[in-house]
């Protein structure tokens, strides 16, 4: 089974600042996908940015990218820039390479506080 | 595009009654929907993964007699919570697989449930 690993249950960064959110997984598959979800007060969860583990690049998604290290069976978000819009706990998830729908594993969540 | 409704967005029902939560893919087909319960400042829980057409797959630990989930078309699956009790009082999330696009998950808004 899959584990996420996100361990840092509060954090907080300056408006303008620069912010990176930790999220280490195990598995044994060698091919799948990686996810940052954002989900505001209003509990919608949004999609911020996605990672095949095949890429070697690192996705970018405008002020968001990661650092994926795929040995290291790491996942790490850094936002930059920081608005005071992106105040809400960020999920870090895991989903096999699969033909047909695979499910999420989540991680336990990171609540960012922006403030201004 | 790829939006997902769920309805209703709210709901407060007595105890012992039993509650039906819809969950809509508005612009595209899913196969495959997941139901999600989500309790305060806690990570989303895959709770059963429910396929058109066929029997929903549930998770360990959750009750398939208790939380039953029908997959009846392209566009719409439902979660009745049967015989409710306080303790089922949680944010219920779907999310919704296109056909064509089995590695991203979309997500409907929520669905507060009370139970008095």
């Known amino acids: 089974a899959q584990t996420v690993t996100q361990s840092q249950p509060e954090m907080s960064v300056q408006e303008a600042e620069t912010v990176t959110l930790s999220c280490t997984y195990d598995?044994?598959?060698?091919?799948?996908?990686l996810f940052w979800y954002k989900q505001p007060p209003s509990r919608q969860m949004i999609l911020v940015i996605r990672?095949?583990?095949?890429?070697?690049q690192n996705a970018t998604e405008n002020r968001f990218s990661v650092n994926f290290q795929k040995a290291a069976k790491s996942f790490s978000l850094k936002i930059s820039d920081s608005q005071l819009g992106d105040t809400a706990m960020y999920f870090c998830?895991?989903?096999?390479?699969?033909?047909?729908?695979?499910?999420?594993?989540f991680g336990e969540g990171t609540q960012l506080t922006v403030n201004p | 595009g790829a939006v997902v409704s769920q309805h209703p967005s709210w709901v407060i029902c007595k105890s012992g009654t039993s509650v039906k939560i819809e969950c809509r893919s508005l612009?595209?087909?899913?196969?495959?929907m997941f139901w999600y319960r989500q309790f305060p400042k806690q990570s989303l829980m895959l709770m059963a993964t429910s396929n058109e057409g066929s029997k929903a797959t549930y998770e360990q630990g959750v009750e398939k007699d208790k939380f039953l989930i029908n997959h009846a078309s392209l566009t719409l699956s439902t979660l009745t919570v049967t015989s409710a009790h306080p303790e089922d009082s949680s944010f219920y999330i779907c999310?919704?697989?296109?056909?064509?696009?089995?590695?991203?998950?979309?997500f409907g808004p929520g669905t507060r449930l009370t139970v008095t």
């Open positions: 998830a895991f989903m096999r390479q699969e033909t047909s729908g695979s499910r999420l594993t």
């Open positions: 598995t044994s598959e060698n091919n799948y996908y």
């Open positions: 990672q095949e583990a095949y890429k070697q």
């Open positions: 999310s919704a697989l296109p056909l064509d696009r089995t590695y991203e998950q979309y």
């Open positions: 612009d595209f087909q899913a196969t495959t």
